[in-house]
């Protein structure tokens, strides 16, 4: 990521940075570090655009998967209705049925929790990364203000 690999580049100037006698305060360029800055900015979008591309599968998984439910439903239906020609295969047809509907009710459920369990995981995961880049981003940021 190329919002991470700056912010390393902006630890390695203020590490690097010469510090003044008797003190722990270093001295630093404010343009190159202004300059690193503007680029994290820069990047910062990029990493928004992932994190809705994740949501945009997400909502996509979950469209298929309620697409296939209602297909196994559709089906169930049609199947149901050709199997009621008599009292005794209409009996067997409709507790056949009702396994499918239970069936496929079931199947959509999972599938649905597999996604939704999906993508909470790649959001929480960015999340994360994004609550790291801004922890440091505001640690550089309080560095500088007491660099005055």
Known sequence: M?????????????????????????LINPEEVIEIIDEIRDAMPMELTEAKKIVA??????????????????EAEKRLK?????????????????EIMKNANASAKAMKIGTQSYADKLLYSFQLQLKEMNDLVEQNRKELKNMK
Do not use: C, M
């Open 2 to 26: 190329r919002v991470i690999e700056l912010l390393a580049e902006l630890e390695d100037i203020i590490e690097k940075g010469n510090t003044l006698p008797f003190s722990s305060r270093a």
């Open 82 to 98: 050709e199997l009621i020609d008599t009292n005794e295969i209409t009996k067997t047809a409709s507790a056949h049925a009702n």
């Open 57 to 74: 599968e997400r909502k996509k998984i979950l469209f298929a998967a309620q697409s296939e439910a209602d297909h196994i439903k559709a």
